[in-house]
T-cell receptor, first 113, second 111 residues
Framework: NAGVTQTPKFRILKIGQSMTLQCAQDMNHNYMYWYRQDPGMGLKLIYY???????DKGEVPNGYNVSRSTTEDFPLRLELAAPSQTSVYFC????????????FGDGTRLSIL | DQQVKQNSPSLSVQEGRISILNCDYTNSMFDYFLWYKKYPAEGPTFLIS?????DKNEDGRFTVFLNKSAKHLSLHIVPSQPGDSAVYFC??????????FGAGTILRVKS
């Protein structure tokens, strides 16, 4: 019963490098989300997807890209890593958009030096 | 502009007593509210939710109260247990599917 799986758990990047954070869910959820959590702050929405092939920006999308080619996978891409992107990244999914709890992965801790 | 605020960064409670975690919101369009619990190195776990058509929802030791006129909700945990020690996030949803999260409250339950 995996739920939402995120890889890697930890990563250190140099400024200007790029990487992809992976997220997969096995609950057949239509909706998937990427959040970041900075110290002492709540989770902020980066991007979300309402189904395969459909994505939209959240509150803090700058510096990130996403794609959704399948129902299960929702990768988050950082093209030119900057120190301001040091954060913990959480992926989540939900069956419906409204009045349904989102289920979270265990996060990716990313440091950019 | 914080639409969801958890004004207490931390709370310490004795085992067996009641824990009360508070959350205030500013957007009157929010109509669904959730509490999440988070342990270190894990993702948030859904705890309990409430729709704006209700003022109370109960699930075992956890009860959420909603006061729409005051734009305030609270989570009561009775009795508190050491395993309840975690960070608790309040979240709100309005039109659309986006959740807005508070900054969290660290709960420590002392045995």
């Amino acid at each position: 019963n995996a739920g939402v799986t995120q890889t890697p758990k930890f990563r250190i990047l140099k400024i200007g490098q790029s990487m992809t954070l992976q997220c997969a869910q096995d609950m057949n959820h239509n909706y998937m989300y990427w959040y970041r959590q900075d110290p002492g702050m709540g989770l902020k929405l980066i991007y979300y997807s309402v189904g395969a092939g459909i994505t939209d920006k959240g509150e803090v999308p700058n510096g990130y890209n996403v794609s959704r080619s399948t129902t299960e996978d929702f990768p988050l891409r950082l093209e030119l890593a900057a120190p301001s992107q040091t954060s913990v990244y959480f992926c989540a999914s939900s069956y419906n958009a409204r009045s349904q709890p989102q289920h979270f992965g265990d996060g990716t801790r990313l440091s950019i030096l | 502009d914080q639409q969801v605020k958890q004004n207490s960064p931390s709370l310490s409670v004795q085992e067996g007593r009641i824990s009360i975690l508070n959350c205030d919101y500013t957007n009157s369009m929010f109509d669904y509210f959730l509490w999440y619990k988070k342990y270190p190195a894990e993702g948030p776990t859904f705890l309990i939710s409430i729709s704006s058509i209700k003022d109370k929802n109960e699930d075992g030791r956890f009860t959420v109260f909603l006061n729409k006129s005051a734009k305030h909700l609270s989570l009561h945990i009775v009795p508190s247990q050491p395993g309840d020690s975690a960070v608790y996030f309040c979240a709100a949803q309005g039109y659309g599917n986006k959740l807005v999260f508070g900054a969290g409250t660290i709960l420590r339950v002392k045995s």
